[in-house]
Nanobody, 124 residues
Framework: QVQLVESGGGLVQAGGSLRLSCRAS????????RGWFRQAPGKEREFVGS????????SYADSVKGRFTISRDSAANTVYLQMNSLKPEDTAVYYC?????????????????WGQGTQVTVSS
């Protein structure tokens, strides 16, 4: 069974940076790309950003646009989420998932193979 594993979370002060990794293990599977999502305590999981395999294009939620950047290392089968200028509002568990349908990148129903998540905590 293919699994996506997130890593790189931790505690950082406001204004700092973190780099999250999403690595696939257990083989490969067809997908249109990969997405990042996050869930804060008491809130629903929300879209953060995505990358598409076809042309390498990325998309981002308005709340992180200009601060977060998604990239990939194809040889390592790993997607990264570079997070800069972090705010306390960014505190959440961050998940990655594979986009299995060719629909809008923000629609969570288009994703599967969710990782276990990694905690990001941003202090004031």
């Amino acid at each position: 069974q293919v699994q996506l594993v997130e890593s790189g979370g931790g505690l950082v002060q406001a204004g700092g940076s973190l780099r999250l990794s999403c690595r696939a293990s257990g083989g490969t599977f067809p997908s249109y790309g990969r997405g990042w999502f996050r869930q804060a305590p008491g809130k629903e999981r929300e879209f953060v950003g995505s990358i598409s395999w076809s042309d390498g294009s990325t998309s981002y939620a308005d709340s992180v646009k200009g601060r977060f950047t998604i990239s990939r290392d194809s040889a390592a089968n790993t997607v990264y989420l570079q997070m800069n200028s972090l705010k306390p509002e960014d505190t959440a568990v961050y998940y990655c998932a594979a986009r299995r349908r060719a629909g809008p990148t923000m629609v969570q129903n288009n994703y599967a193979n969710w990782g276990q998540g990694t905690q990001v905590t941003v202090s004031s």
